[in-house]
């Protein structure tokens, strides 16, 4: 039941770019991208609604394949600051009370 | 705005000794409410949810308990504690389902 991401790990250039995918086996209602530095909590990045529309903010933008049940990250012209482990989060569909079910997450290290 | 908060932030006890981690979350009303718990470089388990005064769910069967005495307010309890009780401890709130969760700092658990 637990999202799949991929790649476990990437390492980056400043300025280079990245995909995380989250892939489901469920039908989904919904898929949440939180970004977690360490030793910190999960930040809130972006959300993708079943019949929504393409999301993004500055250089990250997200997309969710609803036949495929899967989700990408992108990460365009990374910067030191995009460093840490994204995790995704998805919701079920039906009466979920907003319940998530997160992936393992993707280590993201970008470097100068 | 809303605000979420966690206390304590860091917490070592003895096993077999109880446990209250407390959350609140300010500036909203009838929040859904949620406790995660996280291992080292693991991802996020889902513990309890509530989506209403004295209403919980357990998603997974442990030696913790939750309450949620008031609106904003929600608990999480032991009354004996075990060494697999180690954690990293989150509290996370949304409005309803198909929106944003967000997290309070954390408490990171250990037990000696």
């Known amino acids: 039941q637990q999202p799949v991401q991929s790649p476990q790990a990437v390492i980056l250039r400043e300025g280079e770019d990245a995909v995380i995918n989250c892939s489901s086996s469920?039908?989904?209602?919904?898929v949440h991208w939180y970004r977690q530095k360490h030793g910190e909590a999960p930040v809130f990045l972006m959300i993708l609604l079943k019949g929504g529309e393409q999301k993004g903010h500055e250089k990250i933008s997200a997309s969710f394949n609803e036949k495929k049940q899967q989700s990408s990250l992108y990460l365009t012209a990374s910067q030191l600051s995009y460093s840490g482990t994204y995790f995704c989060g998805t919701e079920l569909s039906g009466t979920s009370y907003g319940k998530l079910t997160f992936g393992q997450g993707t280590i993201l290290t970008v470097h100068p | 705005s809303q605000t979420i908060h966690q206390w304590p932030a860091t917490l070592v006890q003895p096993v077999g000794s109880p446990l209250s981690l407390e959350c609140t979350v300010e500036g909203t009303s009838n929040p859904n409410l949620y406790w995660y718990r996280q291992a080292a470089g693991r991802g996020l388990q889902l513990l309890f949810y509530s989506v209403g005064i004295g209403q919980i769910s357990s998603e997974v069967p442990q030696n913790l308990s939750a309450s949620r005495p008031q609106d904003r307010q929600f608990i999480l309890s032991s009354k004996k504690l075990l060494l697999s009780d180690s954690g990293f401890y989150l509290c996370?709130?949304?409005?309803?389902?198909?929106?944003?969760?967000?997290f309070g700092d954390g408490t990171r658990l250990s037990i000696l």
């Open positions: 469920k039908a989904l209602y919904s």
């Open positions: 996370a709130w949304s409005v309803n389902e198909g929106q944003p969760q967000h």
